[in-house]
């Protein structure tokens, strides 16, 4: 019976085609299968910053504010169109307030032309928003200056605005709002002749928190009026007292090297500089003292009030203070150093200090076709303290050495700082000045000056 079904040709040919379909059956699930995994595999997540937000609304007569400016946007989906979608951004995240009524209210942000293949999220997806009549109101505008826009020793006058007045366009109530619009000028350009600048203007309510609102311009012309008020003299420092024997004052250097006097011109001519006392008679040790300024007498006030002085000391040995001494006292005594000196060998290799007042400044280096004024220290002259072996030292006077000041690498200024720097002093000698710059008012000669 098999035998005969097997030798029909039709009983082959059906069980051949019911074959062929199981087989293209299977094949055709496995293919679906796989496309599936494949297609799985390929979604995608971007998130993208900083978004634009658009809000549709009646410009002309409402004023919309607390839509956020940039939101963030989370699309997942294929990865060709997540990723098309990241790098063209050609979708839009909105706003619809053109049906909205007066007042605050809650809205949804949403988001269009988008692929209908891809999920978006917005993060935020909702803002609450004031809608309010649009009014345009004109504002006087104030000027306000930081500290360090005009120089020390100088004020500003009343400032000039141009425009004078302001358009500011908000919401009704936030227009009720504003108590001050400020043009703020904060430079820190130490100005001592009138100046003009530009400054944006802003505007706030009465506890100075600044309104949402359009100005028109954002910015003005300020030009402003500085006048002189005082004058800048240098300090100069006077020992008081005497340390423990066992120590020396190596250096006394203040923080700052000149203080503006503040007074009238006829008192300011005849102060050249401050003497500033330091009393050293409890110094034990390197420290930091806090130092009021004296005011000159008939001047108003000094600016600062107080400087910082940094003291510097040295340990002396048993033999050295009995030479320190002397050599700090008057001549009479640094003769009797010198007699000790020579009498006796040992000493010469301990180390001394000595303090030259009023030593002028020597210019050098200055090109041909310019000319400088020296401005700070009003006197031309500094002080210098040597230290070195009480042999050196000692043998020094004011007329050893020269006191510097190199302008190779001066530029037009009115007012250049210059370092300065001692030539002529033994190898083994320091030094330390009591104004380590000097400023000047470096000029272009004329041609009747050449």
């Given at each position: 019976?098999?035998?005969?079904?097997?030798?029909?040709?039709?009983?082959?040919?059906?069980?051949?085609?019911?074959?062929?379909?199981?087989?293209?059956i299977s094949v055709h699930a496995d293919n679906n299968g796989s496309t599936q995994i494949q297609t799985s595999s390929q979604t995608d997540t971007e998130v993208i910053q900083n978004?634009?937000?658009?809000?549709?609304?009646?410009?002309?007569?409402?004023?919309?504010?607390?839509?956020?400016?940039?939101?963030?946007?989370?699309?997942?989906?294929?990865?060709?169109?997540?990723?098309?979608?990241?790098?063209?951004?050609?979708?839009?995240?909105?706003?619809?307030?053109?049906?909205?009524?007066?007042?605050?209210?809650?809205?949804?942000?949403?988001?269009?032309?988008?692929?209908?293949?891809?999920?978006?999220?917005?993060?935020?997806?909702?803002?609450?928003?004031?809608?309010?009549?649009?009014?345009?109101?004109?504002?006087?505008?104030?000027?306000?200056?930081?500290?360090?826009?005009?120089?020390?020793?100088?004020?500003?006058?009343?400032?000039?605005?141009?425009?004078?007045?302001?358009?500011?366009?908000?919401?009704?109530?936030?227009?009720?709002?504003?108590?001050?619009?400020?043009?703020?000028?904060?430079?820190?350009?130490?100005?001592?002749?009138?100046?003009?600048?530009?400054?944006?203007?802003?505007?706030?309510?009465?506890?100075?928190?600044?309104?949402?609102?359009?100005?028109?311009?954002?910015?003005?012309?300020?030009?402003?009026?500085?006048?002189?008020?005082?004058?800048?003299?240098?300090?100069?420092?006077?020992?008081?007292?005497?340390?423990?024997?066992?120590?020396?004052?190596?250096?006394?250097?203040?923080?700052?090297?000149?203080?503006?006097?503040?007074?009238?011109?006829?008192?300011?001519?005849?102060?050249?500089?401050?003497?500033?006392?330091?009393?050293?008679?409890?110094?034990?040790?390197?420290?930091?003292?806090?130092?009021?300024?004296?005011?000159?007498?008939?001047?108003?006030?000094?600016?600062?009030?107080?400087?910082?002085?940094?003291?510097?000391?040295?340990?002396?040995?048993?033999?050295?203070?009995?030479?320190?001494?002397?050599?700090s006292s008057d001549s009479t005594a640094e003769q009797g150093a010198d007699s000790n000196n020579s009498s006796d060998d040992s000493s010469n290799s301990t180390d001394t200090s000595?303090?030259?007042?009023?030593?002028?400044?020597?210019?050098?280096?200055?090109?041909?076709?310019?000319?400088?004024?020296?401005?700070?220290?009003?006197?031309?002259?500094?002080?210098?303290?040597?230290?070195?072996?009480?042999?050196?030292?000692?043998?020094?006077?004011?007329?050893?050495?020269?006191?510097?000041?190199?302008?190779?690498?001066?530029?037009?200024?009115?007012?250049?700082?210059?370092?300065?720097?001692?030539?002529?002093?033994?190898?083994?000698?320091?030094?330390?000045?009591?104004?380590?710059?000097?400023?000047?008012?470096?000029?272009?000669?004329?041609?009747?000056?050449?």
């Open positions: 019976m098999m035998d005969r079904f097997l030798n029909n040709k039709w009983s082959i040919r059906i069980i051949a085609l019911i074959l062929a379909a199981i087989l293209f978004v634009p937000v658009e809000v549709y609304y009646d410009k002309e007569n409402l004023y919309v504010s607390g839509v956020p400016e940039t939101v963030t946007v989370t699309i997942t989906g294929p990865r060709s169109i997540v990723q098309n979608a990241k790098a063209q951004q050609d979708f839009t995240v909105y706003v619809d307030l053109r049906n909205a009524s007066i007042g605050e209210q809650n809205v949804k942000l949403q988001i269009k032309d988008l692929s209908d293949r891809v999920k978006a999220t917005i993060s935020p997806d909702t803002a609450t928003v004031n809608v309010q009549e649009k009014v345009t109101k004109k504002f006087s505008v104030d000027v306000e200056l930081g500290q360090s826009v005009v120089a020390a020793g100088y004020e500003a006058g009343t400032p000039e605005v141009s425009p004078k007045k302001v358009s500011i366009t908000g919401a009704k109530d936030t227009i009720d709002q504003i108590a001050y619009v400020k043009a703020t000028i904060d430079d820190s350009g130490g100005h001592k002749e009138d100046f003009t600048a530009e400054a944006e203007i802003v505007a706030f309510d009465s506890k100075l928190n600044k309104l949402d609102v359009e100005i028109d311009p954002q910015k003005v012309e300020v030009t402003v009026p500085v006048s002189k008020v005082g004058k800048s003299v240098p300090l100069t420092i006077k020992q008081t007292g005497s340390p423990p024997d066992d120590l020396s004052i190596s250096s006394i250097t203040p923080d700052r090297d000149e203080v503006v006097v503040i007074g009238d011109d006829a008192v300011l001519d005849k102060i050249n500089k401050i003497e500033l006392s330091v009393d050293v008679s409890n110094i034990t040790a390197d420290t930091v003292k806090e130092i009021t300024i004296p005011v000159p007498e008939g001047a108003i006030s000094v600016q600062p009030t107080s400087v910082e002085v940094k003291i510097k000391t040295a340990k002396k040995s048993g033999n050295d203070s009995s030479d320190n001494q002397s050599s000595k303090t030259f007042s009023d030593v002028a400044i020597a210019e050098t280096g200055l090109n041909d076709d310019l000319t400088a004024k020296l401005i700070s220290p009003a006197n031309g002259k500094v002080n210098v303290t040597v230290k070195g072996p009480s042999s050196t030292v000692n043998g020094l006077s004011s007329n050893s050495f020269k006191v510097i000041a190199d302008l190779s690498k001066a530029t037009e200024s009115e007012s250049y700082s210059a370092k300065l720097a001692i030539n002529n002093l033994p190898s083994d000698v320091s030094y330390t000045l009591s104004q380590t710059t000097a400023k000047y008012s470096i000029t272009k000669k004329s041609a009747t000056d050449t």
